[in-house]
C-alpha cells in the first residue's frame, strides 16, 4: 500500500491547457503538503493544509488552485500553463508530530512537461 | 533571506570511501534541521531530524551532526546502494514548521 500517492506521474500539456494533479493519503495525517523541485531541484512549499484548511499560500500565481476535500486528499488545479510551471510536483504529509520533527511523507511526484 | 546552502553538489565515492556531505544555514533561531534521501523519480524519505548543536544521529552507515551553522552527513564505509540525493531542510525564522526550506541536495554515486 503506498502511503502517498499522486496520480498522474507524468503529464506533458500545451500552453495555456488547465490541468489536475491528484493525491491520496492513507497515513491519517492531518496536514498535507504541495512543493515544487524546479531544474535546480530545489524544493520549494507552494501550499499546506491543516484538516482541510489552507495554512499555507506561498506566493504562487492564482492560476494554481489547491483543493482539499477532506483530510485524505489534496488536489492541484493549474490554469492557463506557462512554459515556466514545468517541474516535478510532489504532495507529502505529516502528523501533528511529524510537522514539528520534519518528518514528511512525499509521493512520488508528478512531472509536468508545458511545451 | 533565510537559505540553506548544500556542498559538494555532486560526490562520487568507490565503495568503502568514507566522506562528508555538508549542509549549512543562515536562519538564525534554529528550530530543527532535517536530512532527506532521494532516489531518482522518487520523492524525498526522511532520515533524521537533529535540534541542538553536538546531536548526532545515526542510521546505518550514515550519521549526521550539528553544529550552531552548519549540519554534516557522514558516510562511513558506502555500499552502491547509497548513492541518492541527500536533502537538508529547515523551518525559516518568521513561519511555522510547515514551510521547511530545502537546500539543493547532494548527488552522490557510489561505485563498486
Known amino acids: 500500500d503506498t502511503a502517498v500517492s499522486q496520480t498522474p506521474k507524468y503529464l506533458v500539456t500545451q500552453m495555456g491547457n488547465d490541468k489536475s494533479i491528484k493525491c491520496e493519503q492513507n497515513?491519517?495525517?492531518?496536514?498535507m503538503y504541495w512543493y515544487k523541485q524546479d531544474s535546480k531541484k530545489f524544493l520549494k512549499i507552494m501550499f499546506s493544509y491543516n484538516n482541510k484548511e489552507l495554512i499555507i499560500n506561498e506566493t504562487v500565481p492564482n492560476r494554481f488552485s489547491p483543493k482539499s476535500p477532506d483530510k485524505a486528499h489534496l488536489n492541484l488545479h493549474i490554469n492557463s500553463l506557462e512554459l515556466g510551471d514545468s517541474a516535478v510536483y510532489f504532495c507529502?504529509?505529516?502528523?501533528?508530530?511529524?510537522?514539528?520533527?520534519?518528518?514528511?511523507?512525499f509521493g512520488e511526484g508528478s512531472r509536468l512537461t508545458v511545451l | 533571506e533565510d537559505q540553506v546552502t548544500q556542498s559538494p553538489e555532486a560526490l562520487r565515492l568507490q565503495e568503502g570511501e568514507s566522506s562528508s556531505l555538508n549542509c549549512s544555514y543562515t536562519v538564525s533561531g534554529l528550530r530543527g534541521l532535517f536530512w532527506y534521501r532521494q532516489d531518482p523519480g522518487k520523492g524525498p524519505e526522511f532520515l533524521f531530524t537533529?535540534?541542538?548543536a553536538g546531536e548526532e544521529k545515526e542510521k546505518e552507515r550514515l550519521k549526521a551532526t550539528l553544529t550552531k551553522k552548519e549540519s554534516f552527513l557522514h558516510i562511513t564505509a558506502p555500499k552502491p546502494e547509497d548513492s541518492a540525493t541527500y536533502l537538508c531542510?529547515?523551518?525559516?525564522?518568521?513561519?511555522?514548521?510547515?514551510?521547511?526550506?530545502f537546500g539543493a541536495g547532494t548527488r552522490l554515486a557510489v561505485h563498486p
Open positions: 537533529l535540534y541542538s
Open positions: 497515513l491519517g495525517h492531518d496536514t
Open positions: 531542510a529547515v523551518p525559516p525564522d518568521l513561519g511555522g514548521y510547515n514551510k521547511l526550506i
Open positions: 507529502a504529509s505529516s502528523s501533528s508530530k511529524g510537522s514539528m520533527t520534519g518528518e514528511l511523507f
